[in-house]
């Protein structure tokens, strides 16, 4: 008698075809494009936010959405699943606290974040990973018609840009003044946040440190909105703008020049020469700080968040998280040594280098 495909297929490893665990686990796994493209979609249309004051019935969410309300039942039902959302036994939806962090106005929203991680250029990267990993080079910029990420964000994409920047400034807003509170940056009393955006973190560094100035220092559309934010804080008169790249060059006089989750965009060649500007800026001076707020990878089996982002940065834009002792390399390579790696938030170190001497 014929033998079936089925029945030819050998026991995994000497477990029973009962025992299933695992095997389940793994396909949650594979399944996790569903669930993030799921909540992408729900954060795009602010379904939280419409459900921050009480239950509403999907019919109700559909029309304030301009949604098709079957279908966004399934969203949410498929969302509820995994605890983003409850539905109750009337029908209605509800914020559960996964839920709450999706809501616009609260501290540490994720809604931009996730509103972000589903542009398509971002999303359609992984579908080409494969390519990435025999190559070793991203995807992005095929996707992009030849530019980087942030070129990309800025020319085509001003919806995505601008939740982009919300999500950053939302994180760096819960996140910068335990950042502050994490190191002495008081020692400094001239800092420059290179790539600083509209300036958060200088500003919780400078209201923790009020003896201290500092300089923003980021491209002309990216610190254009940082006036406000710098008022509101009550730094301003603390703070000099500049415009320009870093790949170009950074503003000399600075006693502390602070990268905070910017060199994991770029590859090694690119992240040696942002460097090597720096230390050109800094001069003779011996006491001068170059300090990389960054992911520091752990080595070993056990998770971490920025494990999973190295690979986002390998198929996005050619960036990459990193080791401590890749953090040293790249600081030695640029003229730096490596000070030491002090604990701040995660899931971020801070890395201090202070410039070799000239030879």
């Known amino acids: 008698m014929a033998t079936s495909s089925v029945d030819r297929i050998p026991a995994s490893h000497g477990r029973s075809h009962g025992d299933r665990g695992e095997q389940h686990e793994v396909m949650m796994m594979l399944a996790g494009k569903w669930v993030a493209g799921t909540l992408t979609v729900l954060a795009r249309l602010g379904v939280a936010d419409l459900l921050a004051r009480g239950p509403r019935a999907v019919p109700d969410l559909a029309a304030a959405t301009g949604s098709h ?10 969302a509820a699943s995994v605890g983003v959302f409850a539905e109750r036994e009337d029908g209605r939806f509800e914020l559960t606290p996964k839920a709450e962090y999706l809501c616009s106005d ?16 971002v999303w ?56 502050a509170d994490s190191f002495d940056f008081g020692r400094f009393p001239r800092i420059a946040d290179i790539g600083g ?11 923790r440190y009020p003896d201290s100035r500092g300089v923003l220092f980021d491209i002309a559309t990216a610190i254009a ?10 730094v301003a008169d603390r703070v000099e703008l500049v415009a320009g790249s870093f790949f170009d060059g950074v503003p000399s006089g600075v006693d502390a020049y602070v990268l905070k989750a ?27 700080r170059v300090l990389i707020i960054d992911g520091v990878l752990p080595t070993g089996n056990d998770p971490h968040y920025s494990k999973l982002m190295d690979i986002a940065m390998a198929v996005t834009n050619g960036g990459r998280e990193r080791t401590a002792h890749e953090w040293s390399t790249l600081l030695a390579e640029a003229g730096f040594e490596t000070v030491a790696i002090h604990p701040t938030v995660e899931p971020h170190g801070i890395v201090e280098g202070r410039p070799l001497p000239r030879r």
């Open 262 to 288: 910017v060199m994991h965009d770029w590859a090694d060649d690119l992240c040696v020469g942002v460097l090597k500007r720096i230390r050109e800026a800094i001069g003779p001076d011996p006491d001068a």
């Open 225 to 234: 909105t940082a006036p406000p934010v710098l008022e509101a804080q009550g």
């Open 124 to 179: 359609n990267c992984f579908g080409y990973a494969a390519d990435t990993v025999r190559t070793g080079e991203p995807n992005g910029r095929r996707l992009r018609n030849g530019k980087n990420f942030f070129e990309y964000l800025e020319q085509d994409a001003p919806e995505f840009a601008s939740a982009f920047h919300k999500a950053m400034s939302e994180l760096n807003d819960e996140r910068a003044p335990r950042i």
């Open 197 to 207: 955006g509209q300036g958060r973190l200088l500003a919780a560094i400078l209201r």
């Open 106 to 121: 609260v501290p540490g929203t994720l809604r931009y974040l996730a509103y972000f991680y589903g542009e398509p250029t």
């Open 69 to 78: 309300a079957p279908t966004l039942y399934r969203f949410l039902r498929a």
